[in-house]
């Protein structure tokens, strides 16, 4: 007998973090519908049971649509082809790293049309999306993030409701203020080590067994260990647009940010050395360039693309 489905997910951005969703929704039982503009990704979360299905009839059919998308223009044109079909109320929920302006004005259009938007961005990489390993913080109109709890939990470890429409946001500005600042740390940390004539897995092996370890450092330091940063659950290029909103948020409430403000010439450095479409971790290769370390065979291919 045919698996009953639990119901239908629509999911819209088919990234790193959008296809862990689906993936894992469609491996729970959920009938999982999935857009994204890039054939290769549809091509990979196909594999896994998701179907794919454009934008309009993704919303026609599904009552909850996920959204992980990489920029406020995807939002918005998600949003517009969500709101022009006449549709019963559709819980909407948004996943990314936006400005407050930009879920504000997305929330605004799909209110207009009838819909629930939820404002819930994810704590967690990539690679910890698809161990499912990863914190959801939700926030909006209380009801909708109870009537969808079963379907985060479906792709999540914790989903944790913060409160009114934005807090979601808010929190996850906190949060990745301290990744950035813990992810420049950790390579600081291993940089220093692996000069002083320690081997870089000891490093990272009793760094993670002491008291100064993060859970940054946990996730990241392997690929400084092993100065490989081509597998990209988060790429430099696009979390600059992460720092950028968490430094406007931060200006526009005068609160000052010396280590945050500190950490970011690293990621611009890495940028500027063609780690662009590396993982954040690259910036460990930042620091052992400006500090002369060359690292002989343990370093072969991990070379920035340009």
Same mark, same amino acid.
């Given at each position: 007998?045919?698996?009953?489905?639990?119901?239908?997910?629509?999911?819209?951005?088919?990234?790193?973090? =959008?296809?862990?969703? @689906?993936?894992?929704?469609?491996?729970? $039982?959920?009938?999982?519908?999935?857009? *994204?503009?890039?054939?290769?990704?549809? &091509?990979?979360?196909?594999?896994?049971?998701?179907?794919?299905?454009?934008?309009?009839?993704?919303?026609?059919?599904?009552?909850?649509?996920?959204?992980?998308?990489?920029?406020?223009?995807?939002?918005?044109?998600?949003?517009? @082809?969500?709101?022009?079909?006449?549709?019963?109320?559709?819980?909407?929920?948004?996943?990314?790293?936006?400005?407050?302006?930009?879920?504000? &004005? %997305?929330?605004?259009?799909?209110?207009?049309?009838?819909?629930?938007?939820?404002?819930?961005?994810?704590? $967690?990489?990539?690679?910890?999306?698809?161990?499912?390993?990863?914190?959801?913080? #939700?926030?909006?109109?209380?009801? %909708?993030?109870?009537k969808v709890a079963p379907v985060l939990s479906d792709f999540s470890r914790a989903t944790y409701n913060t409160g009114d429409f934005g807090n979601g946001s808010r929190m996850k500005y906190v949060a990745n203020l301290l990744v950035t600042i813990?992810?420049? @740390?950790?390579?600081?940390? !291993?940089?220093?080590?692996?000069?002083?004539?320690?081997?870089?897995? !000891?490093?990272?092996?009793?760094?993670?067994?002491?008291?100064?370890?993060? &859970?940054?450092?946990?996730?990241? +330091?392997? !690929?400084?260990?092993? *100065?490989?940063?081509?597998?990209?659950?988060?790429?430099?290029?696009?979390?600059?647009?992460?720092?950028?909103?968490?430094?406007?948020? %931060? @200006?526009?409430?005068?609160?000052?940010?010396?280590?945050?403000? #500190?950490?970011?010439?690293?990621?611009?450095?890495?940028?500027? !050395?063609?780690? $662009?479409?590396?993982?954040?971790?690259?910036?460990? +290769?930042?620091?052992?360039?400006?500090? =002369?370390?060359?690292?002989?065979?343990?370093?072969?291919?991990?070379?920035?693309?340009?």
């Amino acid at each position: 007998m045919a698996k009953r489905s639990k119901g239908t997910v629509g999911v819209v951005g088919l990234g790193n973090m =959008g296809g862990a969703f @689906a993936r894992h929704l469609a491996a729970a $039982g959920w009938r999982v519908l999935g857009f *994204d503009i890039d054939a290769t990704r549809k &091509r990979a979360v196909a594999r896994g049971g998701v179907e794919i299905a454009p934008v309009e009839t993704l919303a026609a059919v599904a009552p909850v649509i996920i959204l992980s998308l990489p920029n406020p223009r995807a939002l918005d044109a998600t949003v517009a @082809a969500i709101a022009r079909h006449e549709l019963s109320s559709r819980i909407v929920v948004e996943a990314s790293t936006f400005t407050l302006d930009d879920k504000q &004005r %997305a929330e605004s259009v799909l209110r207009k049309a009838g819909h629930v938007m939820l404002d819930c961005p994810v704590s $967690g990489t990539g690679a910890q999306a698809a161990a499912k390993d990863i914190v959801i913080y #939700a926030s909006g109109d209380a009801k %909708a993030i109870a009537k969808v709890a079963p379907v985060l939990s479906d792709f999540s470890r914790a989903t944790y409701n913060t409160g009114d429409f934005g807090n979601g946001s808010r929190m996850k500005y906190v949060a990745n203020l301290l990744v950035t600042i813990h992810n420049v @740390a950790s390579a600081e940390a !291993m940089v220093l080590g692996i000069k002083s004539g320690l081997d870089a897995q !000891m490093v990272y092996d009793f760094i993670r067994s002491g008291v100064g370890t993060s &859970r940054v450092f946990e996730v990241r +330091g392997p !690929m400084m260990v092993r *100065d490989r940063y081509d597998d990209a659950s988060m790429s430099i290029k696009l979390y600059h647009k992460d720092i950028a909103v968490i430094e406007d948020h %931060a @200006a526009k409430l005068g609160v000052p940010t010396p280590l945050f403000s #500190a950490s970011i010439p690293v990621y611009s450095a890495a940028l500027s !050395m063609g780690y $662009g479409e590396q993982d954040t971790a690259s910036v460990c +290769g930042v620091l052992q360039t400006m500090a =002369g370390l060359k690292r002989g065979k343990a370093g072969r291919g991990s070379k920035p693309r340009r």
